[in-house]
């Protein structure tokens, strides 16, 4: 037996597949998929086959000529799902199963219409990263695994599918419509990614548009109007873009991330429409990981600091080229007040071995190991190598470092041997092993200084000048809330927010860093606002914090008991589940 990935079944040895043909059947009455998928190998074979599912009815399992095959579905582990264990003739060139998904898979969510902006039509999307494409497909969960792929969604006449794909065609029939899809390039299962809703686009870029529902659709293509000077820079940073489209999806609120980078089509929260083009570099994050993660894929779990640090460095990257050092030198300021957060969080939890940039996550589930520790200690490691060999050295060695693994997947020792062999002498010099192996953030990490930080570092705990405040731009405003004592006196947080109207602030993340504080120093005018983003929104990088602020203080812990039971059915399974543990470990 040859596995090589914690979270999957799949087997080295058993033939790889190659590609997939889907065909599913979207039903909103009863929530599920009524699916096919005929997966063809790269060579024949015979022998045992191992496949990940979670939650899947599995109907029939033939080879691709019709023959029935044999097969088991073992019992669920609870983060693995369930292997099913096909037996294959001799020279089977492939296998085709049909089945249809549970209404609780973990990568669906099936939205009411009171969940969307128009409240009129239901909708659905798939969230796959890490492990739950096998709550959608049967097949190799692993991002070692590359498959290209032709799909065929039917969907309600009414509604739009769509898919981080190229588009075929539509037709319709009678009360469906038939969407044709076709993904050329191999992707790692993960980017498998689909949406189904009532959705109108406009263009917004040379090679982009932006889909959204009508009602937003506008507003967002205001919102992302940089998208071409992104893509410039990021083809003058990491070479040609490979994935032909660079379109963007704004989600209904509940999708549980900022952004997804499905290729071609990036999934993007609302709640980056603060209407002040603050947030962009979300986009800019999305857009990166089409070299670093799409491109070049972590090959399990264990190495995820692969994919994030190097698309934090690249965003940053981005974000330095279009909007200039100043700006960047922020953002990354911002980074490294929430690594030092996570860091001493897991410490305190008893698990500082997640803390490491490669994780042994046997037994774990990645979305509760998930933490900003491999995107923003990984960048600060590749920070180090940088200054180490300087830009000019650095920048040729990401180019081929990028044209060395293209369309493959990477292991961090893999990465350690070319860059070895790339930047001979550069791993000793910043002392590798402790980054890679070691716990928290080493004493040497650099520290990126500027202008505007000094000045906000200068305002220390004295009460807030006007002619300070009214310049800031939201990251300075979150950067100073974030920096406040805590406690902070409450009378200190009413002043402030009298002055500067925080608690209806429309930018998510100056809104959180100020419930944040206002919640940690026991300030709980703020309560009703905290209540109502729970209630409203279901981006996990603000659920957790926020749970977390509430469930620390005995005074609100039944606010957050009552707001997760009220709240629970309308988040994504996944932000679901990572808050049911959050609320499991506060007893
Ligand atoms: N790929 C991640 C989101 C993700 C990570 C989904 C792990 C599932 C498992 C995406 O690129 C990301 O990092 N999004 C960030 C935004 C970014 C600016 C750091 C987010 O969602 O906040
Ligand atoms: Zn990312």
């Not at 692993?142 to 075929?168: D, H, K, N, Q």
């Not at 264990?302 to 200039?324: D, K, P, Q, S």
Request: aromatic share 8%.
């Amino acid at each position: 037996m040859a596995r090589h990935d914690p979270h999957s079944y799949a087997d080295t040895e058993h033939p790889q597949v190659q590609s997939l043909r889907w065909k599913a059947r979207v039903d909103f009455a009863t929530r599920t998929l009524e699916a096919e998928a005929a997966l063809t190998f790269a060579v024949p074979g015979g022998g045992p086959l191992h496949l990940d599912t979670r939650d899947l009815t599995i109907h029939t399992v033939t080879a691709l000529d019709g023959k029935p095959l044999a097969f088991q579905l073992s019992p669920a582990d609870p983060i693995l799902g369930a292997r099913l264990a096909i037996q294959l003739p001799p020279r089977t060139a492939g296998v085709r199963v049909r089945y249809a998904t549970s209404p609780g898979a973990s990568a669906l969510q099936w939205l009411a219409p009171e969940q969307t902006a128009g409240g009129e039509q239901p909708f659905l999307f798939s969230q796959c990263q890490a492990i739950h494409a096998r709550s959608v497909v049967p097949l190799q969960d692993s991002p070692r695994v590359r498959i290209t792929y032709e799909a065929e969604l039917t969907v309600p006449a009414r509604l739009r599918g769509l898919m981080a794909a190229a588009f075929v065609s539509r037709r319709q029939d009678g009360a469906v419509a038939v969407e044709s899809w076709a993904m050329p390039q191999p992707v790692p299962p993960y980017l498998l990614a689909f949406a189904v809703g009532d959705l109108a686009s406009r263009e917004a870029g040379a090679r982009s548009r932006v889909w959204a529902e009508p009602s937003v659709v506008d507003a967002a293509v205001w919102e992302f109007a940089g998208i071409d000077a992104f893509l410039a820079a990021g083809e003058s940073l990491f070479g040609p873009y490979d994935w032909d489209r660079f379109d963007l999806l704004v989600m209904p609120p509940s999708f549980p991330y900022g952004g997804m980078e499905n290729p071609r089509l990036t999934f993007l929260t609302p709640t980056l429409l603060a209407g002040d083009r603050s947030q962009v570099r979300v986009v800019a994050h999305e857009l990166a990981h089409s070299w670093t993660g799409n491109l070049v894929t972590n090959a399990s779990a264990e190495h995820f600091w692969l994919n994030e640090g190097w698309t934090r460095y690249a965003e940053l990257r981005i974000v330095e080229a279009t909007a200039g050092v100043e700006t960047a030198a922020l953002h990354a300021a911002l980074c490294r007040r929430e690594l030092d957060k996570a860091v001493a969080r897991f410490v305190s939890e008893g698990r500082p071995e997640l803390t490491r940039l490669r994780t042994h996550l046997e037994g774990v589930d990645p979305d509760d190991a998930f933490s900003e520790v491999p995107y923003d200690k990984g960048y600060l490691f590749l920070r180090a190598m940088e200054d180490s060999v300087g830009r000019p050295r650095f920048d040729a060695f990401v180019r081929a470092y990028i044209r060395a693994f293209r369309f493959g997947a990477i292991t961090t020792e893999e990465f350690l041997a070319f860059t070895a062999k790339e930047l001979p002498g550069t791993l000793e010099a910043i002392d590798a092993p402790t980054w890679i192996d070691g716990a928290g953030v080493p004493a040497t990490a650099p520290v990126q200084r500027s202008a505007l930080l000094e000045a906000l570092d200068a305002l220390g705990t004295a009460p807030l000048p006007r002619a300070t405040a009214e310049r800031f731009s939201p990251t300075e405003w979150q950067l100073y809330l974030d920096g406040l004592p805590r406690p902070t006196p409450v009378d200190t947080l009413r002043t402030l927010d009298d002055t500067w109207a925080l608690t209806a602030s429309g930018n998510h993340e100056v809104l959180v860093s100020w419930l944040l504080v206002a919640l940690e120093s026991g300030h709980d005018a703020v309560l009703p606002r905290a209540e109502r983003l729970l209630a409203e929104v279901g981006r996990m990088k603000y659920l957790k914090p926020l749970y977390r602020a509430l469930l620390g203080r005995p005074a609100t812990r039944d606010v957050a008991r009552k707001a997760f039971a009220r709240n629970a059915p309308s988040y994504h399974p996944i932000a679901r589940a990572v808050v049911q543990s959050m609320m499991d470990a506060a007893g």
